[in-house]
Structures are given as C-alpha cells and as structure tokens.
C-alpha cells in the first residue's frame, strides 16, 4: 500500500514531467481536457491520452499579459504555462466555454500564440428540461468525436467506444471502494493522499491506474486503524476544476478534524455517476453529463438544493460540520454560495468558508477561521 502511494504522490508531484513522460513511454498523443466535465471517453476511444488540465506549480507571470488577475487560479496558471511553453508535450486541448466566462477567454489566446495541433471548443449546455438541450448535447458530442476521427485519419467504432466507456467506469468503481472503505476506516489514508489518489485517475492512462487502485484496495482492506474518537467528522465541498493547496488539508487534520467523505470536483465529483451503457455509447455518456447530482454549479442546475445534498451527505457520513472550500473569483461556485450558506444556517448546520486562492502568501488566517470552527465544533 506505501509503494502504491509513494507512486501516486511522485505522479502528482510533477504532473509535467510525468504527463511528458507518458507520452514518450506509450508512444501516443495528449489530449489536455480543461476540466470539468469533458466526455474523456471519446478521446481514449480515439487512442489518444486524455488528462486533465491542473493548475500550475509557479506563480504566474507571462500570463498576466494574457488574462486579468481577477480570474480564478486554475484560469490564469494554464494560461501563464501555455504561453511559457509548458504544455508543449500537450497535442491537443479541449475546452468546455460555456461553462465559466474564464473558460471562454482560451480559444482565442491559444490561437493567437501556442495553438495546439488540435483544438475544440464544446458548449455542453445547461442542464435544462427539454428536448432541445438533449439534442444540442449530443450534436455537441458527435461534433467532439468527429473532429477527433479528423484528427486521428481513424474512425471511433461504438465498440471502442463502449469498451472505454467500461474502463472509465470500472476506474469510478474502484474509485467509489477507496471512498468506502475511507468511509468504514476514516484514519486509513490522509486527506491529501485520497485528494492525490483521485488527482492520479486525472493524469495516468485510466488502464494503468484501474491496476494501481486495485493494488491500494488490496491494501486498504487488509490494514487495521486504530480509530482515534475524539475526532470531529467534516465533509468537504466545493472547490471546483482544481486541487486545494495540500497543506490545507494537513491543517484540517491537525486541528483534529478529519474527512470521511467530500464533495469536491478533485474528489467525489470526478467520478460520480457511471455511463449506463444500454445501447447507444452516446447516449450514455449525454446522460452521464446530464445527471443533476452530485450538483454542479457550473451546468446550470436549479431545481436541486446543494446544501440539503450536502446535509443528507454530512448524516450519511455522522459528520459535524461542513468546510466550503470557494476558489477566489471563481462565479459560479459564488452565485450559488449565498443560497447554499442561508439553508446551512436555517438548518444549524456548523459550516465555515474559505477561499483557495493560488498565490497564496500565508495560510495564517486560513488556519484562525478553520481553527475556530473546529473549537466550535469539540465544543471548546
Ligand atoms: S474554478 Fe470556477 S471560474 Fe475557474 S475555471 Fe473553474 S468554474 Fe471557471
């Protein structure tokens, strides 16, 4: 279990320099897949690497000449790498504009400097009711796997298809069994390792990491932990398209909280849902994409409450309390925070805020707020 760990931190610690490596090793090309939600199926049907694009390791500086400081960290660290040539080992990317005005900006600026071989925009709709949003989505689809086949000079068969759709949801599955058996365990990994386990699925080929997360299984299941009672249960929620700063979930540890469950975009989100497979390999994946839960707030869902999800979450789990983990300029985590924080009041549910910005000079008044809310919540 250590070895298989140790292998996942040294993925995540340099994504570049793996991802790069990758490439060369396989002897195929990468699909940077701006997150989140890009059907990354298609492009591993099409025998390419798809990955997921991350937020930087550096402070930006390029990239301000390129996007406003007042966008969120993920926006302007892709930016500043694409424009320093960071993200030459990248073949293609994929861009999913509408679901963020920040996203938007990106065609245009990687057109103009470091375009890629290959480029797409998709604009998977809102998830409205209707006929019309269903056939918009699956054009959108379609238009995504032809320019892929362009790509390529190959055609993708509804077999190759269907066949990663099924390695895609066998790593969802084995996903969902180290979240179980953290759920049953809570001590057995630490937050950052689950956060880099998930983080791993983004980046390694889904085969490779289908076998190292059966390796972790194996030996998550066979260790004991002795549990140490006093302390307080949190879930995590938020914090879209990126990783939080690792640190900060050592200080949640450390203030003798710990995370049996989250609700974050690089944790429980990224594999929710599988593609039911019952026919056409498209229409699994439209349905996929179009599920309202776990709610996301950049597809548009209104007639689902997130903080009641969140509350039925935090009972499932025997949870105290609830971190919202807000990235700073990040819209639509932020229109829907104010609903979301009004129900967790109404509702007395212990919650605390902070907000994940990327250059970040100190975390002393991130570590007061999440120190007074676990003193709140031992009752000291
Ligand atoms: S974190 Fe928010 S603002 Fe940034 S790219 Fe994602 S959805 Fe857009």
């Given at each position: 279990m250590e070895e298989v760990l140790r292998k996942i931190a040294e993925v995540t610690s340099d994504p570049y320099t793996y991802v790069a490596e990758l490439k060369a090793r396989k002897n195929k090309k990468i699909i940077g897949c701006f997150p989140m939600h890009i059907p990354e199926e298609i492009v591993h049907a099409a025998d390419l690497i798809p990955v997921v694009i991350w937020r930087g390791n550096e402070s930006v500086t390029w990239g301000h000449a390129h996007v406003p400081?007042?966008?969120?960290g993920i926006t302007r660290t892709f930016v500043d790498d694409a424009v320093k040539g960071k993200l030459s080992f990248m073949d293609g990317m994929v861009f999913?504009?509408?679901?963020?005005l920040q996203v938007g900006e990106f065609p245009l600026i990687m057109d103009r400097n470091v375009k890629p071989a290959y480029q797409k925009i998709l604009y998977l709709p809102p998830i409205y009711q209707g006929e019309a949003v269903r056939s918009f989505l699956l054009e959108d689809l379609e238009s995504f796997k032809t320019s892929l086949e362009d790509f390529t000079g190959k055609k993708i068969s509804d077999d190759s298809l269907k066949r990663s759709i099924e390695i895609y949801n066998e790593n969802r599955s084995l996903l969902e069994r180290v979240y179980e058996i953290r759920r049953e365990k809570p001590e057995i990994l630490k937050a950052r390792e689950v956060m880099q386990t998930v983080w791993s699925s983004m980046l390694m080929l889904k085969e490779d990491h289908n076998e190292l997360l059966k390796e972790l299984i194996k030996g998550m299941e066979k260790k004991t932990v002795e549990t140490k009672g006093d302390r307080s249960k949190v879930i995590l929620v938020g914090c879209l398209c990126q990783t939080l700063q690792f640190d900060i979930l050592d200080i949640i540890e450390d203030l003798g909280m710990i995370v049996p469950d989250d609700d974050l975009y690089v944790g429980s989100r990224y594999f929710a849902n599988k593609a039911q497979l019952n026919g056409n390999p498209m229409d699994a994946l439209a349905d996929r994409y179009q599920a309202k839960t776990p709610l996301c707030p950049a597809k548009g869902v209104w007639d689902v409450d997130w903080a009641e999800e969140v509350i039925k979450q935090m009972k499932d789990n025997d949870a105290k309390g609830v971190i919202s983990v807000r990235v700073k300029y990040c819209p639509p985590h932020t229109c829907y925070y104010p609903d979301f924080k009004s129900k967790m009041m109404a509702e007395d549910v212990p919650e605390v805020m902070i907000e994940m910005e990327?250059?970040?000079?100190?975390?002393e008044g991130t570590k007061t707020r999440l120190q007074s809310f676990a003193e709140t919540l031992s009752g000291v």
């Open positions: 400081a007042y966008d969120c999913n504009v509408r679901q963020c990327h250059e970040i000079v100190s975390l």
